[in-house]
């Protein structure tokens, strides 16, 4: 019986050192991520967030924002003009 129980406590450290590891590279990821990106770009008043796949646009005289996904009529429409201007 004490053998199951030091195998287990084995198991357990084993497990516990992944997880530390795992947790430092998603520190450092979350951290390059952050230094990668200082500023979005901006089209036709609308911030693009190609990650979340979106068009935003803010209006700060009544506080709203204006999502628009890459994948509706609109976003397809806008996502065209902007990759066009981009080209340019």
Do not use: C, H, W
Not at 16 to 26: A, D, M, Q, V, W
């Amino acid at each position: 019986m004490e053998g199951n129980i030091d195998e287990a406590i084995k198991i357990l450290e084993k497990l516990l050192e992944r997880s530390e590891k795992n947790k430092t590279n998603t520190q450092l990821n979350t951290q390059q991520e952050v230094k990668m990106v200082k500023e979005l770009p901006t089209f036709k008043g609308y911030t693009v967030d190609q990650r979340l796949r979106q068009f935003r646009k803010v209006d700060r005289k009544k506080p709203s924002i204006d999502f628009v996904d890459f994948d509706s009529e609109e976003g397809r429409e806008l996502l065209e003009q902007y990759e066009e201007n981009q080209e340019e």
